[in-house]
């Protein structure tokens, strides 16, 4: 079992930037990929952002690419994730996930976290 919490997330105006942290207790933090996914009201829970168990190699979503960072401390077992940049369109909750094998799809993920709101006005 692994557990994630959140934080970080708040109301910021568009234009501004907050990082996200997931924090993991549990199993092996670095035994596991870990993504960051947003779900908007009325809309489906999308893909963010993936990082390896190295952190060697992320993806991005391309609605966040060259606007979001995402990075891993594996001593501190904790994931974050860096937003710049944001617009409105960003307004969500999100979730931090760990995943075996990885990947872009919710069902790809065998933990999730809370999630944690993120607002962006404009």
């Known amino acids: 079992q692994v557990h994630l919490v959140e934080s970080g997330g708040g109301l910021v105006q568009a234009g501004g930037s907050l990082r996200l942290s997931c924090a993991a207790s549990?199993?092996?933090?670095?035994?596991?990929?870990m993504g960051w996914f947003r779900q908007a009201p009325g809309k489906e829970r999308e893909f963010v952002a993936v990082i390896i168990r190295s952190g060697g190699s992320t993806y991005y979503a391309d609605s966040v690419k060259g606007r979001f960072t995402i990075s891993r401390d594996n001593a501190k077992n904790t994931v974050y994730l860096q937003m710049n940049s944001l617009k409105p369109e960003d307004t969500a909750v999100y979730y931090c996930?760990?995943?075996?094998?990885?990947?872009?799809?919710?069902?790809?993920?065998?933990?999730w976290g809370q999630g944690t709101q993120v607002t962006v006005s404009s």
């Open positions: 549990g199993r092996t933090f670095s035994n596991y990929n």
């Open positions: 996930a760990a995943s075996i094998s990885g990947g872009l799809r919710t069902f790809d993920y065998n933990y």
